[in-house]
């Protein structure tokens, strides 16, 4: 890569740990270390969430699934808006008017202590092993293109970012992650217009081509628990997923609890309603825009260049009968590209087909090749993460691979750095003062803070230099939270009603967990959108029942 | 309802709404 991208690069890390270093004023406290005091704006504070739950992965990955896949996946994010207003009416009034530092330590004040540990130790669990993963997903494929050794992208990622977390708390983060978002959509942006400009064809005639390929084919009306991106399961799969997301996972409350007042705490999560189902769409048409891009151009038969090495050494005679192949069909498909926009008006469908179909015949190549590259590797070969960053480095005009490179690490940064400062303050406020020190000195649980902190960065770049072999990026840190999700959202649920008690939760909250994971044990088959329905459904029945039977004291 | 927030909500719909008239129109006038 050009040294000028670098620098680019490097003048966005000191940017950021720079910015991050003068925030250091407002943490003398424990409520300015972990909730900026209760005086951040509205729009920081919505900034702040889109850009914790926008990841490297959603640059990496989610841009590759549109090259490969379409816009289908946007249908995952429909019930989010649903899912905000839910919110802002139910949970964030409750949460914010309680002065919590941790949405489980509500739970204690609504219920008992067990109930809270448990919530916020699941959390801790879930949370720290997901934190590797959000940190080795972009670390792999960093090393992967520029040939480093893993550790060292896990350090040009982590180690900035516990920098700047560790020093400047909540309130560093949330400005850095203000920057980050700038920077990510910014990057997006030129990225499509750079496409737009270098179309060989009119944009039209480009999204027919798309189109016929099935890569435009948004919304998927049919009712099947086994597919996972259909409008159902976004609108109710996807409501509730993002209802436990945005509602009981401490890194999103966190970002909440630290506004104003209650009518900005809401305010900033409609931000994110605004813009998410837009931002994705956005994410998912880059990817499909680099699928045409290539379809003009020829593209390479494997994205990942460790693996396009290691067939090239050990299987040459393999690799080159399916170079010539792949020539041939991407010769065809580029042809029949063409062709679809000098035929008339009758014969466009013809010339459609006629290119759908040479489509599908490179990525049969294609599928043969990643086969091989497998066989020869041992590992998966995850190509589709690779799709955006090759064509970032390779076809991006002097710069812009450095704005873009920038802006999958603030994507990285900005949801690790959530991550590590929720988990300190789950660490510190439901565990370090609740059980051990309650009347430790304010001086100590800062420094308590600033320390947990520090190893729970840590301990998830040890996770990511070990998770480099687990399975897909998108789905792997979808699918961890998604178990425990729902059941801990059930609890909350509970809380609201006031004739439920201590018993009926917690022993709704072990039910609702036993049958998500008989559920996703014993039937596979079951998306993992659906978990999060069950596990509510399951925590408010079984918690309502034994409340009533139980006859426990109503809510303080 | 404090007034921020209400006044908001009428705006995220109509967003929410326009941006699924898009994307509908996208996939029919160019998924075949």
């Known amino acids: ?556 | 309802m404090p007034s921020r927030f209400r006044q908001t909500l009428w705006r995220v719909m109509l967003v929410q709404v326009v941006t699924l008239l898009a994307l509908w129109m996208l996939q029919s006038r160019y998924a075949t």
């Open chain 1, 1 to 556: 890569m050009h040294w000028i991208n670098w620098v680019i690069v490097a003048v966005y890390l000191l940017v950021v740990i720079g910015d991050g270093l003068r925030r250091t004023r407002g943490t003398k406290t424990m409520e300015g270390y972990f909730l900026a005091g209760r005086r951040l704006p509205w729009w920081a504070v919505g900034l702040s969430v889109m850009a914790t739950q926008l990841s490297a992965v959603t640059l990496i990955g989610t841009t590759g699934q549109g090259a490969t896949d379409g816009l289908r996946f946007v249908q995952f994010y429909f019930g989010l808006p649903i899912a905000m207003v839910v919110l802002g009416v139910t949970l964030v009034p409750f949460l914010h008017g309680a002065k919590v530092y941790t949405a489980y330590e509500y739970l204690e004040r609504r219920f008992d202590a067990k109930t809270r540990s448990l919530t916020s130790l699941l959390f801790l669990l879930s949370r720290g092993m997901s934190c590797g993963t959000i940190i080795a997903a972009p670390a792999v494929v960093f090393s992967a293109i520029f040939g480093w050794d893993l550790l060292w992208s896990v350090a040009l990622m982590g180690i900035p970012t516990i920098l700047y977390t560790v020093l400047g708390g909540v309130e560093a983060v949330a400005w850095a992650d203000v920057k980050q978002m700038v920077v990510i959509v910014a990057a997006l942006l030129a990225i499509v217009v750079v496409l737009i400009v270098r179309f060989p064809v009119p944009l039209d005639d480009a999204l027919h081509l798309a189109g016929a390929t099935g890569r435009l084919r948004v919304f998927d009306f049919s009712f099947d628990l086994s597919k996972t991106y259909t409008f159902w399961s976004g609108i109710l799969g996807g409501t509730f997923l993002m209802l436990s997301y945005f509602g009981t996972d401490q890194s999103q409350v966190q970002r909440y609890l630290a506004a104003r007042s209650v009518d900005e705490a809401r305010s900033s999560l409609l931000m994110s309603a605004y813009w998410k189902i837009p931002l994705q769409a956005l994410v998912l048409l880059v990817g499909v825009g680099v699928f045409l891009f290539y379809a003009f151009v020829p593209a390479p038969l494997l994205y990942n260049p460790t693996h396009a090495r290691a067939v090239a050494d050990r299987a040459p005679g393999e690799l080159a009968s399916l170079e010539a192949r792949y020539g041939a069909a991407l010769s065809a498909r580029s042809a029949a590209a063409s062709a679809t926009s000098t035929a008339g008006a009758e014969q466009r469908s013809t010339a459609l087909q006629l290119f759908a179909r040479r489509d599908a015949a490179v990525d049969s190549v294609r599928t043969d090749a990643l086969a091989l590259a497998a066989r020869v590797t041992g590992e998966s070969s995850r190509d589709v993460n690779y799709i955006i960053p090759r064509f970032v480095l390779d076809q991006l005009p002097l710069g812009l691979a450095g704005v873009f490179l920038a802006a999958v690490l603030a994507a990285a940064m900005s949801s690790i750095a959530a991550e590590l400062n929720s988990l300190s303050t789950a660490t510190v406020v439901d565990f370090y003062q609740r059980w051990w020190r309650p009347a430790a000195p304010e001086a100590e649980l800062l420094r308590a803070g600033k320390l947990a902190t520090a190893l729970w960065g840590v301990f998830a770049c040890v996770v990511a230099t070990y998770a480099a072999t687990l399975g897909s990026l998108i789905e792997v840190v979808n699918r961890f939270g998604s178990i425990f999700y729902g059941s801990i959202l059930g609890v909350f649920l509970l809380a609201m009603w006031r004739r439920t008690n201590a018993v009926g939760a917690f022993v709704g909250l072990i039910a609702g967990m036993v049958a998500v994971g008989a559920v996703s044990f014993g039937l596979p088959s079951i998306s993992f959108l659906w978990y999060n329905v069950i596990g509510v459904a399951v925590v408010c029945g079984v918690g309502a029942i034994v409340s009533l039977v139980g006859g426990g004291r109503p809510a303080r």
